[in-house]
């Protein structure tokens, strides 16, 4: 979440009546303001990195005939999907994109390839009560890569946004293993803020899901209309920087159709990329976008033999032990999604690929795969327009927030906007569509001279 500071600040949320530690009901949504998050402290801007959600309760297995139920698989059971809504700029997430199902995907991912709890053991099969504490993150920035916290924003772009989490159904644990419930179910949220001496607007970032209807067939061409333009953010450009995106299987509750260890051959054009038959190489390149010693070694699963093996963890399941199969590098039963764009882990913002158009991935088969629906889960980076920008500019103003942290200045025109270069270099030397993505700092001219 972040890399190059020494700390965050952390702001408990209030769910109403029920306080910071509201119960949750299966089927239903619970929500949390954000009404309390301080627009600045000590003369420093307040900006929102994501909230950590902290959920405690108890799996009863209690059926005589109980399934081992894995770390995502509670997961899902607990999380049906989670909304940030009502803000300034819209729904950064929405919940029809945001699943508890792929939450173990884009979190992991946006959280600098690191989950946020060490992933503690799976549900015994057995009968008993077993109880958990989970701690989830939602980001509302893009954590992976250098500077991340220059795609956070201000919480005063927050102030009327609501936090909504819909808990899951309880048939979804019972469908997990047979006779089981979950009780004693609380949640807490905590926003985590960094608090910085300036004022700045990035990219807005939002996860989204784009689809595409699959054949009955061996080989065909999954078309993405109008990739890249799906948003629930408003004042922004048409178009999009992609972060990351991945086809989602069918594994842990995942929408996906395909069982990707039959994938034989794949093209992605919008990449650049030919069609090849080496579809291992694409986990190959997830694998070393990871970099340095956060990925999983070992096996959480719990197994009559104690295996440590190294072919666990994103993009396939914690714990995952299937048996290698000749001339399959992808497992059916353990891979969550097919990674197609894998950021690095020292991403540069300039770097990221401009899309608006309709995509197509080809891909063949040796068996064909069910017909359903691909989903193509996407980070994606928007640019705002002038008029949201000077939108943000007069909030910024008339709040008070730009003479508390920038100071104050007998001419508002003297609050101007900057580039703000990673490496401070003069933005006249660079390619001016490596700017697109990256953030404005507004600055008070006076202050300067």
């Known amino acids: ?31 949390f303001a954000l009404a309390n998050l301080p627009a600045q402290k000590d003369g420093l801007a307040a900006y929102l990195m994501g909230i950590s959600l902290y959920i405690s309760g108890n799996f009863v297995q209690a059926g005589g005939a109980g399934s081992l ?72 920035s893009v954590g992976v890569g250098k500077k991340p916290h220059h795609t956070a924003h201000l919480n005063l772009m927050y102030r009327d946004g609501i936090l909504g989490i ?51 067939a061996a080989a065909f061409d999954s078309r993405f209309q109008d990739f890249a333009n799906n948003s629930g953010i408003s004042g922004t450009e048409r178009g999009a920087g992609i972060v990351w995106a991945m086809l989602r299987s069918s ?69 995952g032990l299937e048996s290698l199969t000749l001339n399959t590098p992808i497992r059916a039963t353990t891979i969550l999604g097919f990674p197609v764009v894998n950021p690095g882990s020292e991403l540069e913002l300039s770097k990221v690929q401009r899309v608006d158009e309709t995509i197509v991935i080809s891909q063949t088969y040796s068996s064909a795969p069910s017909a359903g629906t ?17 939108q943000w500019r007069q909030m910024v103003i008339e709040s008070g927030l730009a003479r508390q942290v920038i100071g104050d200045a007998q001419d508002l025109n003297s609050y101007g906007w900057e580039t703000k270069l990673m490496g401070k270099q003069n933005p006249g030397m660079v390619d001016p569509g490596k700017l697109r993505y990256l953030p404005l700092r507004l600055a008070n001219r006076e202050r300067r001279r």
């Not at 979440?1 to 009546?17: E, R």
């Not at 894995?70 to 929405?94: K, M």
């Not at 650049?272 to 694409?282: A, C, L």
């Open 374 to 390: 691909h989903h193509l889960l996407t980070c994606q980076l928007r640019e705002w327009t002038p008029q949201k920008r000077d």
């Open 69 to 140: 139920v894995a770390w995502e698989d509670l997961v899902r059971a607990l999380v049906a999907s989670v909304s940030v809504r009502n803000c300034w700029h819209g729904t950064p997430v929405n919940s029809a994109w945001v699943l508890g199902a792929d939450l173990p995907l884009w979190s992991y991912v946006l959280n600098g390839y690191r989950y946020l709890q060490r992933v503690p053991r799976s549900v015994p099969a057995a009968n008993a009560t077993y109880p958990f504490n989970l701690r989830l993150f939602i980001p509302l």
């Open 166 to 216: 819909n808990t899951a159904a309880a048939s979804v644990g019972t469908t997990l293993s047979t006779g089981s419930s979950i009780t004693g179910l609380n949640v807490r949220a905590t926003a985590h803020c960094m608090l910085e001496p300036e004022l700045r607007i990035g990219p807005a970032m939002e996860i989204v899901d784009y689809t595409s209807p699959t054949p009955a």
């Open 251 to 319: 594994v842990r509750g995942g929408a996906g159709p395909v069982d990707f260890s039959t994938l034989t051959r794949i093209a992605i054009p919008f990449r650049g990329q030919s069609e090849i038959s080496d579809v291992g190489s694409y986990l190959d390149e997830c694998q070393d976008a990871i970099g340095g010693p956060q990925r999983v070694v070992g096996s959480t699963l719990d197994s009559a033999t104690a295996q440590v093996v190294d072919a666990s963890g994103y993009p396939n399941i914690v714990g």
């Open 1 to 31: 979440m972040f890399v190059n500071h020494t700390g965050i600040h952390k702001v408990a949320l209030v769910s109403g009546s029920a306080g910071d530690n509201p119960s949750l009901t299966q089927g239903q949504e619970t929500t």
